[in-house]
């Protein structure tokens, strides 16, 4: 069973700069895709919104919302997931989950994906 497990969620001001971590376990191979999610206030779990993912050839996808101000990158050595958010915003304000998917896995689609954390909260306060 594949476990997933976030850290470095926080509470900044406008502007500001966090960056999350996701360390995996009980995985027998690397996944094919790894994302980043997040949940506002309010919503159920079928309306995380899928904010970036990375697949095992490093390629990346990036919602529009957060192009150019967050990265993905992860190191496999050590089975984690990280996400690096810069100039957030209000909006920006959620719980944020990490997932393990397969090929057929995508951002536009929460059921797709096989594996969830637990999540981390990001404030963001103006």
């Known amino acids: 069973q594949v476990q997933l497990e976030e850290s470095g969620g926080g509470s900044v001001e406008v502007g500001g700069s966090l960056s999350l971590s996701c360390a995996t376990s009980?995985?027998?191979?690397?996944?094919?895709?790894m994302a980043w999610f997040r949940q506002a206030p309010g919503q159920h779990r079928e309306e995380r919104e899928g904010v970036a993912s990375i697949k095992s050839d490093s390629s990346t996808n990036y919602a529009d919302s957060v192009k150019g101000r967050f990265t993905i990158s992860q190191d496999n050595a050590k089975n984690t997931l990280y996400m690096q958010m810069n100039s957030l915003n209000t909006e920006d304000s959620a719980m944020y989950y990490c997932?393990?998917?397969?090929?057929?896995?995508?951002?536009?689609?929460?059921?797709?994906?096989?594996?969830w954390g637990k999540g981390t909260r990001v404030t963001v306060s103006s």
């Open positions: 997932a393990s998917g397969n090929y057929y896995s995508d951002l536009r689609d929460v059921k797709s994906w096989d594996f």
């Open positions: 009980g995985a027998q191979h690397v996944s094919d895709i």
